[in-house]
């Protein structure tokens, strides 16, 4: 599959879906004009990998400074297929980046952990910028 | 008499502790726009950071739900949503002490009761059954009618330090307008 690399804007994250080497990365802030526009295609795209790739290792990178309620929903959309996937046996990692003193972004990090049983799901604090 | 028809309004503006005020056709372009202004002057005051970020949180939630749900639409909703503009209103102020933000649009009559009942459920429930509930509605499929997954109302009343006030007030047998104020 062919690498998804979006630039960020001022309310949409940056997005490296690079298939090949099974890293995945959003970044930035998030309340799109259109939230199932943005992430509609890039949920589609992990699916379909997900379904013909093999069992290779995966690593979801999200360093979201701010994201709306559309967008949290949409990050479940993207993290069920992804537990689904360990689940299976296949190992993948979600890593949350918060900055230090971001109780906000740590507390939703937290909360998205606890849906996770098979999936490793890493907190990692980010000097604050 | 145009100054005097307008400094009640400023002089109302000015008494409720209005910083930010729209009222009028409101797109996504226009809600980032004020979002941008509304962030630039929290920072100007020094607000705290996690204040600031919750106002900015409510503030968009509310921006959406009047893009997304007043009946009163400029843009048909055929159209893709970056492109939707609906009436509403929109303010954010500060009454001793803590920020509100607050929000008005017309709705059907239909969905008065739904929006009520959805709305005392929400108020009745403490911050961990909020929290409880929001992770629920993130696993589920949006409810009938539903854009955004549902959701944009339980993240205000997680973001807000008191329980959200809302009213209705009817204003022709198809219309009533609906009120939402949160406290941060």
């Given at each position: 599959m062919n690498r998804i690399q979006l630039p960020g804007t001022d309310r949409s994250p940056e997005v490296d879906f690079d298939f090949a080497s099974g890293r995945f990365v959003l970044r930035g802030e998030s309340y799109p004009e259109d939230a199932a526009a943005f992430f509609g295609p890039l949920l589609q795209s992990l699916r379909s990998y997900l379904s013909a790739s093999d069992a290779a290792p995966i690593t979801f990178e999200v360093g979201l400074a701010y994201f709306n309620s559309s967008s949290a929903k949409a990050l479940m959309n993207l993290f069920m297929p992804l537990e689904d996937a360990a689940a299976d046996g296949r190992p993948v990692i979600v890593r949350w980046l918060y900055a230090d003193g971001d109780d906000t972004i740590e507390e939703a990090g937290e909360d998205f952990a606890a849906d996770f049983d098979h999936a490793c799901f890493e907190m990692v604090k980010e000097a604050r910028v | 008499?145009?100054?005097?028809?307008?400094?009640?309004?400023?002089?109302?503006?000015?008494?409720?502790?209005?910083?930010?005020?729209?009222?009028?056709?409101?797109?996504?372009?226009?809600?980032?726009?004020?979002?941008?202004?509304?962030?630039?002057?929290?920072?100007?005051?020094?607000?705290?950071?996690?204040?600031?970020?919750?106002?900015?949180?409510?503030?968009?939630?509310?921006?959406?739900?009047?893009?997304?749900?007043?009946?009163?639409?400029?843009?048909?909703?055929?159209?893709?949503?970056?492109?939707?503009?609906?009436?509403?209103?929109?303010?954010?102020?500060?009454?001793?002490?803590?920020?509100?933000?607050?929000?008005?649009?017309?709705?059907?009559?239909?969905?008065?009761?739904?929006?009520?009942?959805?709305?005392?459920?929400?108020?009745?429930?403490?911050?961990?059954?909020?929290?409880?509930?929001?992770?629920?509605?993130?696993?589920?499929?949006?409810?009938?009618?539903?854009?955004?997954?549902?959701?944009?109302?339980?993240?205000?009343?997680?973001?807000?330090?008191?329980?959200?006030?809302?009213?209705?007030?009817?204003?022709?047998?198809d219309r009533s307008l609906f009120c939402l104020k949160a406290y941060i």
């Open positions: - | 008499m145009l100054a005097q028809d307008f400094m009640s309004f400023h002089e109302a503006s000015k008494r409720n502790g209005v910083i930010l005020s729209f009222g009028g056709d409101l797109s996504e372009s226009v809600l980032f726009s004020l979002g941008e202004v509304l962030k630039l002057r929290m920072q100007q005051d020094d607000t705290d950071a996690s204040v600031a970020k919750r106002v900015f949180s409510i503030f968009v939630e509310q921006a959406q739900n009047i893009i997304r749900y007043s009946a009163d639409k400029v843009v048909p909703a055929e159209k893709p949503a970056a492109r939707w503009i609906s009436g509403g209103m929109i303010a954010v102020g500060t009454e001793g002490g803590r920020f509100f933000v607050v929000c008005g649009n017309e709705v059907g009559q239909g969905e008065v009761t739904g929006l009520r009942e959805r709305l005392d459920h929400i108020t009745a429930l403490s911050s961990e059954e909020l929290k409880r509930f929001y992770r629920e509605k993130l696993r589920q499929p949006p409810d009938e009618g539903s854009l955004g997954g549902s959701i944009g109302l339980i993240e205000i009343a997680r973001r807000a330090s008191a329980p959200v006030e809302y009213d209705f007030q009817t204003i022709n047998a």
